[in-house]
């Protein structure tokens, strides 16, 4: 069979082999497949090969994949996968479509218009940063419908994310020659192993808790495209099971670890925060950066691979990986004030500037109200929901915190007991906390409060009543806390920069 499938492949060539009007075929061959370029639709034919991670040796097995490969496909992109083929005749004369003795199968896609991938985009800085929320958005929507694995499945386990974790590693010293870069691969490799035997607890609770889903596997910037103007997410993993049934942060690593590849360390960490405000995912941050330097060294050692390794790609991950092994100083910054005096706003231009994690009290409580059994004894800004989102933002930003993780906690911080437990927090983790106080003139409050409540397109129900409210129980900062504190008049750009200055000097931000 494996003398025979390049004939198929040239027969393939000739426009009379298919069944719709053909001009002409591009060819593009990878090292497990065929992919036949014909106009209107591409037809992907899996090889007949063995890498280990994946075996299509025999027809059945192939039929098997492209069937995955398409139900896998359909759930991102089903405007783009189609159908399986089956071609029967022979390989001089083969008929797509006849089913009657086949002697392969094709995955049958609308073909996508070349150049228009989210990585050709990138490198011709054509990329908008709009598709950043949308692809937060997709994924986000993904990763919570998909099926979770069975609590006795392997995959999911320890010993099965230290397989693959630490595959990456295997052979690589005997390819280098270098020994700053032997050095370095082996430091990394200790310090994988220490954090994998940290982490363990933590990844058992993610399994027990659901996050071990069937992703999509090879989510990179390359397996992302334009159609039809709408990001399409293609190219799953259908082949390995231990590829796919994966934490949905570790889905998500292998995105983010491509933009900070790409220098596009902002985008990715307002991918992340589109995608945690979404999800509510926050136990996942302390295995983001395991998991981003697992999906860098996927690239180094394919860097390595063959007969002529590409040393400058190698060290550009291996670099990589080492930034997601280093420890980084985290820092908290607590939003102040009441109901439209531009938090939200500001603690967005915060957190890309800054590279933190925002948490937001309105999105919190929303979650929390959707989450409760019984919504109709909830008062969405009554005492039990006050304490509930208070809890719950408090435990997060513990969490990301002990992490190593810098968070801008996004609520209004009126009452004195609530900062007091947020900085007796931070000197706990021993963490500098400073105090955003937003004002602005009281008519543009509530001009604020009144078109956000017509758009309703804000997580916040706030109106001008609960600002009020917010009024008449506001603790004003004590001195000890003024000392904390950078005050920002919001109606104000240059006001803002400067408090962004400010944070500069604070040594908590970087141009």
Not at 55 to 77: I, K
Not at 161 to 182: C, G, M, Q, R
Request: proline share 4%.
């Amino acid at each position: 069979m494996r003398d025979m499938v390049p004939e198929l492949i040239n027969s393939l060539r000739l426009p009379e082999h298919y069944p719709h009007p053909v001009d002409e075929i591009e060819v593009i061959e990878t090292h497990i497949s065929w992919l036949l370029l014909t106009g209107d639709y591409a037809y992907k034919i899996k090889k007949p090969v063995n890498f280990g991670f994946l075996d299509f040796t025999t027809l059945e097995q192939r039929r098997y994949c492209c069937d995955e490969e398409l139900r896998l496909n359909q759930r991102l992109a089903p405007d783009i996968y189609e159908a399986v083929i089956p071609i029967s005749g022979s390989e001089a004369d083969p008929r797509l479509g006849d089913d009657s003795a086949p002697i392969e199968y094709a995955v049958r896609m609308r073909q996508f218009e070349s150049g228009k991938r989210l990585d050709q985009l990138l490198q011709q800085h054509r990329f908008e940063a709009q598709w950043i929320d949308l692809l937060a958005a997709q994924i986000a929507d993904f990763h919570q419908r998909i099926p979770m694995v069975a609590q006795d499945s392997p995959w999911g386990e320890a010993e099965t994310i230290s397989a693959v974790v630490f595959d990456n590693y295997s052979h690589l010293t005997e390819k280098l020659d270098n020994p700053a870069d032997i050095e370095l691969l082996e430091r990394l490799e200790a310090h994988t192993r220490s954090e994998f035997e940290r982490l363990r607890p933590t990844l058992a609770a993610r399994k027990q808790a659901g996050h071990i889903r069937e992703c999509h596997g090879d989510l990179h910037l390359g397996n992302i495209t334009l159609f039809h103007g709408e990001l399409r997410l293609f190219d799953c993993i259908e082949f390995n099971l231990q590829f796919r049934w994966i934490d949905t942060i570790c889905d998500l690593a292998f995105l983010l670890m491509d933009l900070e590849a790409n220098k596009q360390f902002r985008w990715a960490n307002r991918c992340l925060n589109r995608y945690l405000e979404l999800t509510g995912d926050y136990e996942s941050l302390e295995l983001l950066n395991f998991y981003k330097a697992y999906r860098s060294m996927v690239r180094a050692k394919v860097a390595m691979l063959g007969e002529h390794p590409d040393l400058e790609t190698f060290r550009h991950y291996l670099n990589l990986t080492a930034h997601y092994c280093q420890e980084h100083k985290p820092f908290l910054l607590l939003m102040h004030g009441v109901s439209g005096t531009g938090k939200s706003y500001l603690s967005e231009r915060l957190f890309e500037a800054m590279g933190a994690i925002r948490i937001r009290s309105d999105v919190e409580r929303k979650r929390i109200y959707r989450e409760a059994s019984r919504r109709e004894e909830l008062d969405l800004y009554g005492p039990d929901m006050n304490l509930r989102t208070f809890n719950r933002a408090l435990d997060a930003t513990s969490s990301m915190l002990r992490a190593g993780i810098s968070v801008v906690v996004d609520a209004t911080f009126i009452r004195l007991r609530t900062r007091t437990l947020y900085r007796q927090l931070a000197e706990k983790e021993g963490v500098p906390v400073r105090i955003i106080s937003c004002h602005c003139d009281q008519n543009l409050i509530e001009a604020r409060l009144k078109r956000r409540t017509e758009e309703g397109l804000d997580p916040s129900d706030a109106d001008v009543t609960v600002m009020k409210r917010q009024l008449e129980l506001l603790h004003p900062l004590t001195e000890e806390e003024q000392l904390l504190t950078l005050e920002v008049d919001t109606r104000d750009d240059e006001a803002i920069e400067q408090l962004l200055a400010q944070l500069r000097g604070h040594n908590l931000i970087s141009d």
